[in-house]
């Protein structure tokens, strides 16, 4: 079976998308700093996947380390090869994702997110390793001008965080021009939230989070007071903002699709949508909340927060005319999923990593 590198496979959506690659019989390579993440995710994934240490020793191997760092990535390339089992493609997670850092930070989010996929790709190409599925991210339509979004539509990212994805859909768009044996797949994802049913994996955000879901689990754990709701005058039914949620094993799956698309194919570059076509308003996502976790949650309507937008929802049809791949998974699942996760791991992976 093929062996794959994963960059940041310990981070949220590498631990799922890892766990499905596995399942469906890849050989992995994990490379990760851990800089956002934690080695226990890792050893949820091994538990997960049901493997014995045999076998887990022979189809799951992890390095610690940057993909800045170019002699790091080319040792793992080479000892792959040297193994006879060169690595056939690559996942690309490893990066920063925060949008308020990068507008702190700039500078920090072009290292680690371009130079650091620069880096990488030089690794590929030295040792003609021509596959790649890449995170790219829905942030770099900025402010569609209209609903649902095609791939078709302006790339105008807001923030550096969304700028650095945008220019490295450009340089993957520039290697096929050099080299027309480069199989890539720019994966535009929506807004991924939920955890593995178990409750095992899951999001880990350090320190306060951002983003919707985190949140409202903080909230609902008594960790954050109120929910502040970002915006209740925005043009949508409920005047609250309306986004794409995507469950995140729906979301691994489609890493899945799109690989074995890649690999089935002739060569090309493929940008894809992935979300689920349908939008929920931050008021639906505290309602259906409510109902999983049989609690009020306090929420108060604050100003809207810079840069926000008032609907972004996936025109997804391509990705199900290309790669057969459509979400499955509901609302009520995203919900019940990241709260089973919340509640079994109230500090993330912190508990297991002291003892
Ligand atoms: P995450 O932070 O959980 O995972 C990223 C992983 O990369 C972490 O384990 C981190 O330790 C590792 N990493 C960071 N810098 C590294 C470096 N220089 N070298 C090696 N490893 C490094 O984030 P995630 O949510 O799993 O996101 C994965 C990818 O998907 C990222 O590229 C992100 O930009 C993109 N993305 C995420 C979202 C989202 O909402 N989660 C949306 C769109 C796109
Ligand atoms: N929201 C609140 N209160 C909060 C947090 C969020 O009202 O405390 C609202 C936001 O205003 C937005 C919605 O909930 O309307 C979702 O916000 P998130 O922060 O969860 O997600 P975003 O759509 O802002 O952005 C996320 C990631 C980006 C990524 C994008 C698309 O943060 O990096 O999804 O994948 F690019």
């Given at each position: 079976m093929a062996k794959l590198l994963i960059t940041g496979g310990a981070g949220f959506i590498g631990t799922h998308t890892s766990l499905v690659l596995l399942e469906a019989g890849y050989d992995l390579i994990i490379l990760d700093s851990f800089i956002n993440s934690?080695?226990?995710?890792?050893?949820?994934?091994?538990?997960i996947s049901g493997l014995n240490s045999t076998e887990l020793a022979r189809r799951l191997k992890t390095y610690t380390g940057d993909i800045r760092d170019l002699d790091f990535l080319e040792n793992i390339f080479k000892t792959c090869g040297q193994e006879g089992n060169p690595i056939d493609a690559v996942i690309h997670f490893a990066g920063l994702k925060s949008v308020d850092e990068s507008v702190k930070n700039p500078l920090l989010y072009w290292d680690v997110n371009l130079n650091g996929t620069k880096t990488l790709l030089t690794a590929m190409e030295k040792n003609n390793c021509r596959t790649i599925v890449f995170s790219s991210s829905a942030t770099?339509?900025?402010?569609?001008?209209?609903?649902?979004?095609?791939?078709?539509?302006?790339?105008?990212?807001?923030?550096?965080?969304?700028?650095?994805k945008a220019a490295i859909e450009n340089i993957l768009s520039d290697l096929t021009g050099i080299n027309p044996n480069w199989r890539i797949a720019c994966l535009r994802y929506?807004?991924?939230?939920g955890a593995h049913p178990t409750g095992l994996i899951g999001e880990n955000p350090l320190g306060t989070p951002n983003n919707l879901f985190p949140v409202i689990n903080q909230v609902a754990i008594?960790?954050?007071?109120?929910?502040?709701?970002?915006g209740g005058d925005w043009p949508t039914p409920d005047?609250?903002?309306?986004?794409?949620?995507?469950?995140?094993?729906?979301?691994?799956?489609?890493?899945?699709?799109?690989l074995n698309y890649l690999q089935n194919s002739t060569p090309e570059l493929i940008t894809l949508n992935l979300g689920?076509?349908?939008?929920?308003?931050?008021?639906?996502?505290?309602?259906?909340?409510?109902?999983?976790?049989?609690?009020?949650?306090?929420?108060?309507?604050?100003?809207?927060?810079?840069?926000?937008?008032?609907?972004?929802?996936?025109?997804?049809?391509?990705?199900?005319?290309?790669?057969?791949?459509?979400?499955?998974?509901?609302?009520?699942?995203?919900?019940?999923?990241?709260?089973?996760?919340?509640?079994?791991?109230?500090?993330?992976?912190?508990?297991e990593e002291r003892k």
């Open positions: 934690s080695p226990i995710a890792l050893k949820r994934v091994s538990q770099i339509y900025g402010k569609a001008q209209s609903i649902p979004i095609q791939e078709t539509a302006k790339i105008q990212p807001i923030n550096p965080y969304g700028k650095t929506f807004n991924p939230v008594n960790k954050l007071k109120v929910l502040k709701i970002f005047k609250t903002a309306m986004r794409d949620y995507i469950h995140i094993m729906d979301l691994a799956e489609g890493h899945l699709a799109a689920s076509g349908k939008g929920y308003s931050v008021l639906e996502v505290v309602s259906e909340y409510q109902k999983v976790c049989r609690k009020k949650l306090p929420f108060e309507v604050v100003n809207r927060r810079q840069g926000d937008s008032a609907i972004s929802i996936a025109d997804p049809s391509k990705a199900l005319t290309k790669l057969g791949w459509q979400t499955k998974r509901t609302l009520n699942e995203m919900v019940r999923d990241g709260w089973n996760w919340q509640v079994k791991n109230p500090k993330g992976y912190l508990e």
